[in-house]
């Protein structure tokens, strides 16, 4: 039998389109989380609602590698944005990942999870391609966003990859967005689970990558632009660019 394809998001306003669009789905519950089991444009796919922060990341990551045997697994969701030109309906697909509260200081370097020599954890290069490439397809087609994207000014959405952080924090003030921005100059947005589902990954040698639209700034006016986003536009950008990917990736 072909290994599904597990593809996870934070919140259920990020995994009701492609849920919507799932066929022969059966849910199979585990820890509290319903895994929903079936194809997805004709691919077989595992999709599941994590919850929010590291810990149920890293927990749901670990449970669907152990009783789902995934060939590869996808998160899909919103972040917020922090590099330089990286605005609201943007995309950014992960290069690497890092844990932006992990500080074990002065015994390791600050970030590096200890013992491990590592900060920043490799997103699947193959995978992280195919994501891109489905983005740079979906990008270009006029209201991939849904009918709300122009009121929240959402007009030319780019794509980005590079750096991406997470930690259990939602940042919503400019000092601390500033504080990160220098501590990491070339991170492009902070999201809260996606270096955890990176970091248990890497240790079960399971290929990965992590694609989210910026739903705000990550500055004082986060939190309202967050919650708009995640109504009007969330569902739209993510579900479009994986269905792409699925179907023709
Ligand atoms: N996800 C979306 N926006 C975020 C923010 N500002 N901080 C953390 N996670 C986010």
């Known amino acids: 039998a072909v290994r599904p394809v597990a593809i996870v998001s934070a919140m259920a306003e990020e ?45 749901t990551t670990t449970l669907l590698a152990e009783r789902y045997a995934p060939q590869s697994l996808v998160f899909t969701g919103v972040a917020g944005g922090l590099g330089d030109g990286v605005r ?37 290069a193959a995978l992280t391609a195919a994501l891109a490439e489905a983005a740079t397809a979906v990008l270009g087609t006029p209201g991939h966003c849904g009918p709300d994207a122009q009121a929240l000014g959402v007009t030319a959405p780019a794509l980005h990859r590079g750096l991406v952080i997470s930690g259990d924090r939602f940042v919503s003030a400019a000092a601390e967005c500033g504080a990160l921005r220098q501590a990491l100059p070339e991170a492009l947005a902070v999201e809260m689970e996606g270096a955890a589902l990176a970091q248990v990954c890497h240790d079960l040698g399971l290929p990965f990558a992590v694609l989210r639209t910026i739903s705000d700034r990550a500055d004082d006016s986060a939190h309202v632009d967050f919650l708009r986003f995640i109504d009007a536009v969330a569902a739209h950008a993510s579900a479009a660019i994986v269905g792409h990917w699925l179907r023709d990736g």
């Open 88 to 124: 609201v309906g943007d995309v950014v697909v992960a290069e690497a990942l890092l844990q932006h509260d992990m500080d074990a200081s002065p015994l390791f370097p600050r970030f590096e999870v200890p013992l491990t020599g590592r900060s920043r954890f490799g997103a699947d």
């Open 15 to 59: 995994l009701a389109a492609l849920l919507a669009e799932a066929r022969d789905v059966t849910v199979q519950t585990h820890a509290g989380r319903r895994f929903h089991v079936g194809t997805l444009h004709g691919a077989p796919v595992v999709l599941v609602l994590c919850g929010i922060g590291k810990v149920a990341a890293a927990l």
